[in-house]
C-alpha cells in the first residue's frame, strides 16, 4: 500500500509520518510506503500508485479541492483524508469524495480509528461483482457502481462504465452488497449514496449521470435521514 502525505508545512507531514508509521507497527502490517510531498503539483507529477491521500486543503500553488478533484478523476478509489482548518471548505470537499477530514492539529486516536475504517475501504474498493451480460462476463468495482433497478426477473446494474442486465434480482444483490454506502430505496432499487446529487420527494438523481432511482414517497424522511447520517460519518 503507498500513502501520500501533502502539506505545505513540513512540521505536519513530519508528524503525520511518524503518526502512521505507529499505526501500522502496532497492527502489525508490512508493505507500507509513506511518501511527503509540499506542493498539490508535485504530488500530481508522482506517477506511483495512490491508494491513500492525507491532502491539505490550503496549499501554496495549486488548492487542496483542486488537487483532490483531480485525484479523483484519475483513480476513483483512491482514498482521501483532507486535513483543514477552515470549515468554509467542507461542501467542496464532499463533493469531490473525500473520505474523513481532520483538523490541525491532528488528533492521533481519531486518526487511528479512521485509518481502521480507511483500510477496511481499502479492501472493499478492490473487491469486484461479476456480471454475465448476454453471454459476455463483466467484472466492475463494489465502488463503481450507481445504482441497481430490477429488470424482469433480474436486473441493470448501473456503473460508472456503462449498464449491465444480471441475472440477479435485488434480493441477491442485497446479500452481495453490504457495504454502508449502499442503500435498498424502493423494493426495485439499490442506491450507492457516493453517487447521489439530489433527493426528490420520490427521484433519486446522481453526479453525470441521466438515469435516476426511484425513492419510495413513505421513506422519503427516513431516507434523509439516513443519508445524513452517512455524510456525518464521513465527516
Sequence with gaps: MRIL?????KIICDSLQIMLK???EQENIDDIKIVNYQSGEDLLSDRGQKDIVFLDVK???KDGIAVGKELKKRNPKTIIFI???FDE??????????FRFFKKPIDKERLFINLKEALTQYCTA???????DNHSLYSPYKTDVIFIESKDRGSIVHTRGGKYYSSNNIE???KILKEECFYHSHRSFIVNMDYISEITADLIRF???DSCAYLTKRDYKKFNAVYSRYLKMKQ
Excluded: P, Q
Excluded at 89 to 98: E, G, L, N, S
Design 83 to 85: 486535513i483543514t482548518a
Design 126 to 132: 478492490y473487491g469486484k461483482i461479476s456480471i454475465e
Design 22 to 24: 505507529e499505526y501500522f
Design 207 to 209: 453526479e453525470n449521470y
Design 5 to 9: 502525505v501533502c502539506d505545505d508545512e
Design 59 to 61: 496549499l501554496g500553488g
Design 89 to 98: 471548505y467542507t461542501d467542496d470537499a464532499f463533493r469531490m469524495h473525500a
Design 172 to 174: 441477491s444483490w442485497l
